[in-house]
């Protein structure tokens, strides 16, 4: 478990620089500016649960399953969360249709709601 958490802390982490680069020097031209400050907002939470997830790997040695949860609540949030704001970022300059976009990012909100949930349980019952 502690590996996995690792490896997709690292690879949220490389991609969030990633995205943030692009979007601060390539789609500063392409996009309006309040879609550029949706895209940050996509990278800024990423960013804050690849940290999540980084502080999760130091609990995954106790093999408590609300730290799995909140494993996979964290990812789940980083997938449902930010992706919908990259594509809604996107939108405009590319001609997406992205209705059913809405509905999804409050998902992602709550799983990182029910990421930090499980992290505060799992800390309560730690001994």
């Not at 958490?5 to 690292?10: D, R, S, V």
């Not at 031209?29 to 999540?52: C, D, M, N, R």
């Not at 409050?106 to 800390?123: D, E, M, Q, R, Y």
Request: aromatic content about 18%; some cysteine; hydrophobic content about 55%.
């Amino acid at each position: 478990m502690n590996k996995r958490i690792i490896l997709t802390a690292a690879f949220f982490g490389a991609l969030a620089v990633v995205l943030g680069a692009f979007g601060a020097h390539s789609l500063k031209t392409l996009i309006s500016p309040s879609a550029l400050e949706i895209w940050q907002k996509g990278v800024e939470y990423q960013f804050y649960h690849v940290f999540a997830l980084l502080y999760l790997s130091t609990f995954a040695r106790y093999k408590n399953k609300l730290i799995g949860f909140a494993f996979v609540f964290f990812t789940l949030g980083i997938v449902l969360f930010s992706g919908p704001l990259y594509v809604l970022a996107l939108k405009d300059a590319y001609h997406l249709s992205v209705s059913f976009i809405g509905p999804i990012t409050p998902v992602g909100g709550l799983c990182f709601i029910l990421g930090w949930i499980s992290l505060f349980l799992a800390a309560l019952k730690d001994k």
